[in-house]
T-cell receptor
Framework: LAKTTQPISMDSYEGQEVNITCSHN???????ITWYQQFPSQGPRFIIQ???TKVTNEVASLFIPADRKSSTLSLPRVSLSDTAVYYC????????????????FGKGTHLIIQP | DGGITQSPKYLFRKEGQNVTLSCEQN?????MYWYRQDPGQGLRLIYY???????QKGDIAEGYSVSREKKESFPLTVTSAQKNPTAFYLC????????????FGPGTRLTVT
């Protein structure tokens, strides 16, 4: 299953837009892209999921180019409370964890927001 | 108030003892998962269950066992065969195995000395 690569860490400031990019060069036709947010000593929280083009919800946008080899999570006007680790997962729907690779979270991107 | 609960939040055990971590959900989800997280690392899948009375090994199942006798419950036993059991354990559920919108519990931090 597709492996993902994300920056280990990023810094930004309150009120800025933050874009976190995930590379997944080996993404398969039936793979979906899912992003999670995790605060220290808590379980991850689902942010957004998409297959192609653009998906937007109340907290974030997900941009996926036509070749789907990467995706960008966009957080508008971040605040200090957005400091967290963000994980990108790529896996086919319906795999049910079969092979389990799709349900392994990498190290993620540690986003630090400063005042 | 729907959600997924794990207990206890902190657990201490002596080496050589088996310990069972509880995970309960009232979301009516079919699929449930157990992950392990080590400091500064991502989550690794231990076991998952797509439906009652069925479960599958994940990447790091050795030294662990699970059961799924009820839809809402998926307990994880960390056995004495697990060489490095000290970790943060996270349970999650999803509507079914066709959906990666997983809901996570608060986690159990297990320390074995």
């Amino acid at each position: 299953l597709a492996k993902t690569t994300q920056p280990i860490s990023m810094d930004s400031y309150e009120g800025q837009e933050v874009n976190i990019t995930c590379s997944h060069n080996n993404i398969a036709t039936n793979d979906y892209i899912t992003w999670y947010q995790q605060f220290p000593s808590q379980g991850p929280r689902f942010i957004i999921q998409g297959y192609k083009t653009k998906v937007t919800n109340e907290v974030a946008s997900l941009f996926i180019p036509a070749d789907r080899k990467s995706s960008t999570l966009s957080l508008p006007r971040v605040s200090l409370s957005d400091t967290a680790v963000y994980y990108c997962l790529v896996a086919p729907k319906g795999s049910g964890g079969g092979g389990a690779d799709g349900l392994t979270f990498g190290k993620g991107t540690h986003l630090i927001i400063q005042p | 108030d729907g959600g997924i609960t794990q207990s206890p939040k902190y657990l201490f055990r002596k080496e050589g003892q088996n310990v069972t971590l509880s995970c309960e959900q009232n979301l009516n989800h079919d699929a449930m998962y157990w992950y392990r997280q080590d400091p500064g690392q991502g989550l690794r899948l231990i076991y998952y269950s797509q439906i009652v009375n069925d479960f599958q090994k994940g990447d790091i199942a050795e030294g662990y066992s699970v059961s799924r006798e009820k839809k809402e419950s998926f307990p994880l036993t960390v056995t004495s065969a697990q060489k490095n059991p000290t970790a943060f354990y996270l349970c999650a559920s999803s509507i079914n195995d066709n959906n990666y919108e997983q809901y996570f519990g608060p986690g159990t931090r297990l320390t074995v000395t």
